[in-house]
C-alpha cells in the first residue's frame, strides 16, 4: 500500500509531465476571460481585444447544455411488464441526476450538465467521480464534475487506472467537512487537498494538516461483471485521436513525451481560431490608433522662433490660439493604413467565422438572403459542438451505469426519487434494487438542435404515419414515438390516448365526463347531464344489462342533492345501480292492500274532515 507521499509525488508528477497541456488550457481561458491583447510592435500604443471568443464560447456552452437527453433502457420486443421495468431504470438515473443538480447548486457551484459543457469546450476535457454515498442515515447519488486543469489521471489497460483532483480549499472547509479539530486563522488559510482515486479504494489526503490520510475508504465500485472499477470519470473531446510525434522516433522518450501527446489531444473550441484571433486584434488595434488620430490630429506651428508652443487643446470647440505676424498653425494629414490592409482583414474574417458560428446566429444578416439560405446557415452550428456532445454521452453513461451496478449490487435500500422524463411527465417512483437488476445498461444520447428542429421532428413523425401504398403506415405508433420523437415512457403515452378515446367514444362515458366537468364548475346545467347519465343507466337496466360501476359526478350544482363529499348523491341512482336487490313482496316488503293511491288520501268510507260522515239511509 503506498504512503501519501508516495501518492502526492506520484500525482504531481503527472501534473509536471502535462504541463503542456495545462499551458493550452490557461491560453484558452484567456480568450475566454477577454484578457486585454497584447503582443511585441503595439507597446506604447492602444490595443483592442475582440469580444468574438466570449460571445461564441457562450453560445457554444448553451447550445450543448440545452441539447436534448434521452436516457433508454433498451426494450426491443420485451412484453409490457418488463417494459416497466426498463421505465424504472430509466427514472432511477433521472431523478439522480435531478437531486445532483440540486445538491451541486446547493454546495455554490453549476447543474452537472452546464458545467460538463463549460469543462468540454474550453478545456477539452471532462472529469469526475461518480459513486454513490451514505453519511450520517442519508443516501445520495453523487457525481461531481472537476476542473480539469486540477487533476491527474492515468489509464491502464482497462480503462481508467487512478485519477486525483488537486484543489486548494479553505482550511475550515476541511476540519467541518472531516470533524477535524477546530484551529485558530482556519479561515484565513488556503491548504491543498488531494482527493485520489484508484480501483479500490478513495484516499484523501490534506499535507498542510496531516501528514497521514484524512479519508481512507473501500468505495466498492465494480462494473457489470462485478470487477473493481475506478468511481470517477474522465474523457476528452473526440476531436482527433491521441497522436505520437517524431519525438517518439528517437527511441528516447520519457514520460514528459507522453504527457506532451496530450496537448493536443481533447481539443477545445478555439482551436482552429488562436492564431487567426490574434491577428484580427492585431489589425483592430491598428485601426484603433489610426481612429484615435481623428480626435486629435497630428500639428505643428511655425514661428520666427521656432519654439512657440500652443496652451491648452487647440481642437476643442471655442479654442483660441494668439498668434503674432509670421506664425502659423499647421494640422498635417492624416496616417493612413496601407493599402493591402482591407483584403487582409476581409481574409482573415472569413477564416474567423469558419471556425466560429456564423454571424446570422447572433441575428446579423451578412447580406440580403432568402428565409432558405438562412435556414441552411443556421444548420451548420450543431457542427461545432458535436464531438463535445459525444464525449458528454459517454460521460453521462459512464456515470449512470457506475449508480445502477452500485445500487444493483445492493447495501443502498431503495431510492425516492422525482423529475420530469423525456416525454415532459413528472413522476415520483420508489425505486428498489430488485427493480434494476439484470436490465440492459442505459443509453444516453445527446442532440443539440434548435427550437425549430422540435416541428421537423413532430413533422417526420407524420409522414411515417401516413399509409403507404399497402395502406399501413411505415412504421408503428409505438416505433415513432420510441425512435423518433424519443419519448421517454411510449407505452405511457399511448395510455393517455387510449383514456381520451375512451372519454369520447361511449356516449355513457361521455354524458359522465360533461356532468362531472359542469359540477366541478358550480354549473346548473351538470344536472341535464346527470339526468340524461341516469335515463341511459336505466335504458341498460331494462335491456337486461349489468350497468357499469361508474361514480356519480363530485360536484353538484345548487340545489341538487349533495353526496357527502360535496357530489351527487349515490341515492339518486336506481337500487340496482347502487346494488340493492329488488325487493321480493312479501319477504322484504308487505303485500300491497288494495289500489296504489298518493299518501295522505282518505279511506273510502271515512269521516269527512269536517267531522260529519255520510249515513245510509
Known amino acids: 500500500m503506498p504512503t501519501p507521499q508516495e501518492l502526492i509525488a506520484k500525482v504531481e508528477k503527472k501534473f509536471i509531465d502535462t504541463s503542456k497541456l495545462r499551458q493550452r488550457m490557461d491560453a484558452d481561458y484567456a480568450l475566454w476571460t477577454l484578457q486585454p491583447f497584447n503582443t511585441e510592435g503595439l507597446d506604447g500604443y492602444k490595443t483592442y481585444t ?137 479561515d484565513e488559510t488556503v491548504v491543498t487537498q488531494y482527493d485520489y482515486y484508484d480501483d479500490t ?80 486584434n492585431f489589425n483592430m488595434s491598428i485601426l484603433k490608433n489610426l481612429a484615435e488620430r481623428s480626435l486629435k490630429p497630428v500639428f505643428g506651428i511655425r514661428s520666427q522662433s521656432g519654439v512657440k508652443l500652443v496652451e491648452g487643446d487647440p481642437f476643442r470647440a471655442g479654442a483660441e490660439i494668439p498668434l503674432a505676424e509670421g506664425e502659423e498653425l499647421i494640422v498635417y494629414d492624416f496616417l493612413k493604413s496601407a493599402p493591402d490592409m482591407m483584403p487582409y482583414m476581409q481574409i482573415n474574417q472569413g477564416e474567423i467565422q469558419r471556425g466560429y458560428f456564423p454571424v446570422i446566429m447572433h441575428g446579423e444578416l451578412p447580406a440580403p438572403i432568402s428565409g432558405y439560405m438562412g435556414t441552411i446557415l443556421k444548420s451548420g452550428p450543431a457542427d461545432k459542438v458535436m464531438a463535445a456532445a459525444e464525449a458528454m454521452q459517454l460521460a453521462l453513461k459512464q456515470i449512470t451505469n457506475m449508480w445502477c451496478d452500485q445500487f444493483s449490487a445492493g447495501g443502498f435500500g431503495s431510492f425516492e426519487l422525482s423529475g420530469v422524463g423525456g416525454n415532459r411527465k413528472w ?37 411515417l404515419r401516413q399509409p403507404g401504398v399497402t395502406g399501413h403506415p411505415l412504421l408503428s405508433d409505438y416505433d415513432i414515438r420510441e425512435n423518433y420523437l424519443e419519448r421517454q415512457d411510449s407505452d405511457r403515452d399511448q395510455d393517455a390516448i387510449w383514456q381520451e378515446l375512451a372519454v369520447t367514444k361511449h356516449p355513457l362515458a361521455l354524458a359522465h365526463t360533461f356532468a362531472d366537468a359542469l359540477a366541478k364548475r358550480g354549473d346548473e346545467r351538470a344536472q341535464y347531464y346527470h339526468a340524461m347519465w341516469m335515463q341511459m ?61 298518493p299518501q295522505g288520501t282518505p279511506r273510502p268510507g271515512a269521516g269527512s274532515p269536517n267531522g260529519n260522515s255520510l249515513r245510509r239511509y
Not at 65 to 89: G, L, Y
Not at 158 to 168: E, F, M, P
Not at 202 to 229: A, C, E, F, L, Q
Request: charged residues 20%; aromatic residues 6%; proline residues 8%.
Open 50 to 186: 475582440s469580444n468574438e471568443p466570449k460571445t461564441f464560447g457562450r453560445k457554444a456552452v448553451a447550445l450543448l447544455a440545452s441539447a436534448v437527453m434521452a436516457i433508454r433502457c433498451p426494450q426491443n420486443n420485451d412484453p409490457r411488464e418488463t417494459r416497466d421495468q426498463d421505465n424504472a431504470k430509466e427514472q432511477f438515473a433521472i431523478g439522480n441526476f435531478k437531486a445532483n443538480d440540486e445538491r451541486l447548486v446547493r454546495m455554490g457551484g453549476i447543474p452537472l450538465r452546464r458545467a460538463m459543457s463549460w469543462h468540454l469546450l474550453n478545456r477539452g476535457w471532462t472529469a469526475g467521480r461518480s459513486v454513490l454515498r451514505k453519511h450520517r442515515g442519508r443516501t445520495w447519488a453523487d457525481a461531481t464534475p472537476w476542473d480539469p486543469r486540477g487533476v491527474a489521471w492515468e489509464y491502464g489497460a482497462d480503462g481508467l487506472a487512478w485519477i486525483c483532483h488537486r484543489t486548494a480549499v479553505l482550511r475550515s472547509v476541511v476540519e467541518q467537512e472531516w470533524g477535524l479539530e477546530r484551529t485558530d486563522g482556519a
Open 201 to 280: 479504494f478513495n484516499y484523501v489526503i490534506v499535507p498542510d494538516i496531516r501528514d497521514t490520510w484524512i479519508k481512507r475508504d473501500r468505495h466498492s465500485m465494480v462494473d457489470g461483471y462485478g470487477t473493481p472499477r475506478v468511481a470517477a470519470w474522465c474523457i476528452a473531446n473526440p476531436l482527433q485521436p491521441l497522436v505520437q510525434d517524431a519525438s517518439f522516433d528517437s527511441g528516447a522518450a520519457s514520460t514528459g513525451h507522453l504527457g506532451d501527446a496530450l496537448a493536443d489531444y481533447g481539443e477545445s473550441i478555439y482551436a482552429e481560431n488562436r492564431g487567426t484571433i490574434a491577428n484580427h
Open 427 to 463: 413522476f415520483i417512483s420508489t425505486i428498489t434494487p430488485d427493480q434494476i437488476q439484470d436490465l440492459p445498461e442505459l443509453e444516453v444520447t445527446l442532440k443539440p438542435q434548435l427550437p425549430e428542429d422540435d416541428a421537423s421532428k413532430v413533422q417526420l413523425a407524420n409522414m
Open 537 to 597: 343507466i336505466l335504458q341498460m337496466m331494462q335491456q337486461g344489462m349489468m350497468p357499469p360501476d361508474l361514480q356519480a359526478p363530485q360536484q353538484g350544482p345548487s340545489g341538487a342533492p349533495q353526496g357527502a363529499n360535496g357530489g351527487f348523491s349515490p341515492e339518486t341512482l336506481p337500487n340496482a345501480a347502487q346494488g340493492i336487490p329488488a325487493p321480493t313482496p312479501g319477504i322484504s316488503t308487505p303485500f300491497q292492500q288494495g289500489p296504489l293511491v
